[in-house]
């Protein structure tokens, strides 16, 4: 037995800062111009249904999909048409990383523009 007080089932665990509700599926899209000094920014995003929809484009379209829960906590904050944060930066980066370099489309030097360390080896 301890000290602390009983948890509500339905209330998340402590630094879990997601609640019940939240633990639908997520899908958010972004968009990165090769070379550009601009960041990525995210061009769709959407819970549920709409995040199925989205997945279900990208599959459909040859669009790389990865699974991160961690940069997804991030990401699902930043509006639609809005630059990611700087928090973001190296994942994305090395997300990008692959992506160019499973299209053939890495710029020379290996770098994928704004945020980029060099590329993930």
């Known amino acids: 037995m301890t000290d602390r007080p009983a948890r509500p089932p339905h209330a998340p665990e402590r630094g879990n800062r ?62 639609v048409d809005c630059e990611i944060p700087v928090q973001a930066f190296a994942a994305v980066a090395e997300i990008l990383t692959y992506v160019y370099r499973m299209n053939g489309t890495l710029p020379a030097g290996g770098r994928t523009g704004a945020g980029d360390t060099g590329g993930a080896s």
């Open 18 to 79: 997601r609640g019940p509700i939240d633990d639908r599926k997520v899908a958010i899209a972004l968009s990165h111009d090769i070379g550009s000094d601009q960041a990525p920014t995210v061009v769709a995003k959407g819970y549920g249904a709409v995040a199925e929809q989205i997945l279900r484009l990208a599959f459909d379209n040859d669009v790389k999909v990865r699974t991160d829960p961690d940069l997804a906590q991030i990401l699902e904050v930043v509006e």
